[in-house]
């Protein structure tokens, strides 16, 4: 299983980005798939899933509105859109995937597959 996160880039405050999270070696419909993020100096926080399909979302507090996660299980792909970005969304973002379930979605030890991260910088 392979978890390939692009989109990150440095935005100004209010702007928009779009990650996306490739996957490979699984089939995406019987995931959940999770995206994090870390801070410097902080600990890894969840953002934002999808389970199944795009009519089950979960978002962090601080998170919701501002930002949607959509999938499309044929393209085996992930995507976050962020919208109304904030210099305290500075992170490194990952995604990942999991059989987590609702108790579990929230944390990271929902998730067993990884990808790499990609950085989000944004400037007040």
């Known amino acids: 299983v392979q978890l390939q996160a692009s989109g990150g880039g440095m935005v100004q405050a209010g702007g928009s980005l779009r990650l996306s999270c490739a996957t490979s070696?699984?089939?995406?419909?019987?995931?959940?798939v999770g995206w994090f993020r870390q801070a410097p100096g902080k600990d890894r926080e969840f953002v934002a899933a999808s389970r199944w399909t795009n009519s089950n979302t979960y978002y962090a507090d601080s998170v919701k509105g501002r930002f949607t996660t959509s999938r499309d299980n044929a393209k085996n792909t992930v995507y976050l859109q962020m919208n109304s970005l904030k210099p305290e969304d500075t992170a490194i973002y990952y995604c990942?995937?999991?059989?987590?379930?609702?108790?579990?979605?929230?944390?990271?030890?929902?998730?067993?597959?990884w990808g790499q991260g990609t950085l989000v910088t944004v400037s007040s």
């Open positions: 070696g699984l089939t995406l419909r019987d995931y959940t």
């Open positions: 990942a995937a999991g059989r987590a379930i609702m108790s579990t979605l929230r944390t990271t030890q929902g998730y067993n597959h």
